[in-house]
T-cell receptor
């Protein structure tokens, strides 16, 4: 019954590796997001998709590539991981695009060693 | 550069005391949201304020939106240990921009 789910919950990997994080929402929302929360708890938007279409792409290295196979799923693939990528990544969804109420997933804690 | 400044960054109080968290910006927002995040979990929406000067109450929590829709405050009356968490304000325009958060600890 989880509204927004993410896998994995924890991810520990070495520099240079490629990894993916998956997100699914069963709320029937049209818009999904990826956020990054750094060690100081600052939450920053990375990407937003509306009905599988990319609508927000903040200043994020192109090593990060989101993919939305359908409007209920939004995955994040990261190439050539760097130490600075260590953070908690949150997926979220909203009924419509824009600044509506965000429903967040539980987060994926990524540690790059 | 953060669009929204939250203060204080940390707040530790005794159970039963009151506290206020501030969220300030030079930008005007269409609405402002407050979230609470507990360790190991994602943020959860507490309230959305839309109209300048609006005041909303949620049990012991009182939220106010500034008249110019640039700032907001969260006041907790008679805080309880269950109020412990990271409080985040977020301003809405075409996306949400979050403040850096206020970590609140309520000691029993």
């Amino acid at each position: 019954d989880t509204a927004v789910s993410q896998t994995p919950k924890y991810l520990v990997t070495q520099m240079g590796n490629d990894k993916s994080i998956k997100c699914e929402q069963n709320l029937g929302h049209d818009t999904m997001y990826w956020y990054k929360q750094d060690s100081k708890k600052f939450l920053k938007i990375m990407f937003s998709y509306n009905n599988k279409e990319l609508i927000i792409n903040e200043t994020v290295p192109n090593r990060f590539s989101p993919k939305s196979p359908d409007k209920a799923h939004l995955n994040l693939h990261i190439n050539s991981l760097e130490l600075g990528d260590s953070a908690v990544y949150f997926c979220a969804s909203t009924p419509t695009s824009g600044g509506g109420e965000q429903y967040f997933g539980p987060g994926t804690r990524l540690t790059v060693t | 550069t953060q669009l929204l400044e939250q203060s204080p960054q940390f707040l530790s109080i005794q159970e039963g005391e009151n506290l206020t968290v501030y969220c300030n910006s030079s930008s005007v927002f269409s609405s402002l949201q407050w979230y609470r995040q507990e360790p190991g979990e994602g943020p959860v929406l507490l309230v959305t304020v839309v109209t300048g000067g609006e005041v909303k109450k949620l049990k012991r929590l009182t939220f106010q939106f500034g008249d110019a829709r640039k700032d907001s405050s969260l006041h907790i009356t008679a805080a309880q240990p269950g109020d412990t968490g990271l409080y985040l304000c977020a301003g809405a325009w075409y996306k949400l921009s979050f403040g850096a958060g206020t970590t609140v600890t309520v000691r029993a």
